[in-house]
């Protein structure tokens, strides 16, 4: 059975940090393409960041420079380093397991107000 279960979600002030954490089991994490996605109310799910099995990535324009994805293949954990947090980045996480079949984490609140 495939489990994503993130972590380090919370509420913090506009300028502050937060690390995210998804632990995978039940997958060869190592072969995956790992994802970041966000979904705040009233909006479509929408793709953060996310890292190929070499260790490539991706972000969204929105939070390029702020976030940074990172994974340790030997942990089966994927990470989100979200710093200078923004009031719009407000929003539940999920995260995301893509090869030929996707998977999704329950997903973890972030919220950012002042």
């Known amino acids: 059975q495939v489990q994503l279960v993130e972590s380090g979600g919370g509420s913090v002030q506009p300028g502050g940090s937060l690390r995210l954490s998804c632990a995978a089991s039940?997958?060869?994490?190592?072969?995956?393409?790992m994802g970041w996605y966000r979904q705040a109310p009233g909006k479509q799910r929408e793709l953060v960041a996310d890292?190929?099995?070499?260790?490539?990535?991706n972000y969204a324009d929105s939070v390029k420079g702020r976030f940074t994805i990172s994974r340790d293949n030997a942990k089966n954990t994927v990470f989100l380093q979200m710093d200078n947090l923004k009031p719009e980045d407000t929003a539940v996480y999920y995260c995301?397991?893509?090869?030929?079949?996707?998977?999704w984490g329950q997903g973890t609140q972030v919220t950012v107000s002042s």
């Open positions: 995301n397991a893509d090869l030929k079949r996707v998977y």
């Open positions: 039940g997958i060869i994490f190592s072969i995956y393409v």
């Open positions: 890292i190929t099995a070499g260790g490539s990535t």
